[in-house]
């Protein structure tokens, strides 16, 4: 309840009639004094029962000049409240309420918010960026944009904004960027992006900043401005800016496993906080993997997999010989949202006895399969 009226004392309308209700309620309450010669306090009391229609009786003006003052509050009061309500109705109506106690919520989290990542820019690129990492990977958005529309879309979307320039440091401060695990400046103007990457890196030096440019030369000078990953807009997706920006916590985990123990391993690596970006599978002698892109944040995608190969029954079988051509051996891109969470995975896996090896190479890998076939 303090919050939301926190909240509406921010709405210029409900301060402008809060403004304009306390000054009609001293001045008459000094008038009131000069007029009919009560105490202060009366006079307030009496002015407060008037402007709110009470009239509880108790008090009551003796002169003329009280009595045609008392008229006078009495409707001003009113059309006053009128007025505010009238105000707080329009609010209701247009989203403005909602958007503002929405605001309230979001600017706490903001302050409690670590292992961020902070999306400069909420445009067309920077809100597809925004949901991929929040829907798809869980990870904390906290959205920066200057412009108010673009602000108030990040906040009806549920995410913690700031409004302000990106430029400036104390916009990025406000984003609590000493806590943020990275960075990905998309503004949509390239020199913008310069600035905020230089910026971003002045301020922290490891933060992991991923610059999204409309040309190739704006590409280069990101570089030069110290952009960890640079990516040409009309080169790339959505996914592949994400995937940029979730690089420092992506690895390679290598198992061996069977069909049927699919569940046992998905359970090991999202019970421990990490979402699978993609499964690669080996036919050796050939070095190229076989690489299926999925993402896969929940057991209840794992269960749903596991149902359609109980149902189908010849899926199972191919997925089956696909394993059995590499001694059921294959690798996991896992992404994890720290370093513990990336630890306890490999570790409860190499205790069930799955864990191959860690961000291996194709060669390393094709001799584990080699060895493994002459056992």
Known sequence: MVSVLRTLLRIPAVRRSLVVLSSILLTSTVIFHFLEGWPLL????????????????????????????SVIVMFSGIGVASYALGDIIQLVFRGELS????????????????????????????????????????????VVDKDEEAYERAVYQGFPAVLGDATREDTLQEANVESARGMVVATGDDRTNVFVTLLAKNFR?????????????????????????????YDCASRHIVRAALSPTMFRV?????????????????????????????????KSPIRRDVVISSMDEVMRFVKSLEKYPERKRTLEDLYRVSENVHTYYVIVHNEEERERILRELDR????????????????????????
């Open 205 to 233: 030096r490891d933060l992991h900043v991923v610059a999204v440019a409309n040309s190739r030369e704006g590409a280069k000078m990101m570089e030069r401005a110290g952009a960890d990953e640079v990516l040409f807009l």
């Open 352 to 375: 069930r006895g799955y864990l191959v090896g860690v961000d291996l190479t194709i060669d390393e890998i094709l001799q584990e399969i080699e060895r493994l076939r002459g056992e």
């Open 42 to 69: 009366t006079c307030l009391y009496f002015t407060a029962a008037t402007i709110t229609t009470v009239g509880y009786g108790d008090v009551v003006p003796t002169t003329e000049a009280g009595r045609l003052l």
């Open 99 to 142: 958007l503002a106690i929405k605001e309230d919520v979001l600017r706490k989290r903001i302050k409690e918010v670590e292992n961020h990542i902070i999306v400069c820019g909420f445009g067309r690129t920077g809100s597809r960026v925004a949901r991929l990492l929040s829907e798809r990977y869980k990870f904390d958005v906290v």
């Open 254 to 286: 290598t198992v061996r496993h069977s069909v049927d123990e699919i569940s046992d391993v998905m359970w090991i690596i999202i019970g421990n906080g990490g979402v699978v970006q993609c499964v690669e599978y080996y036919t050796p002698p050939l």
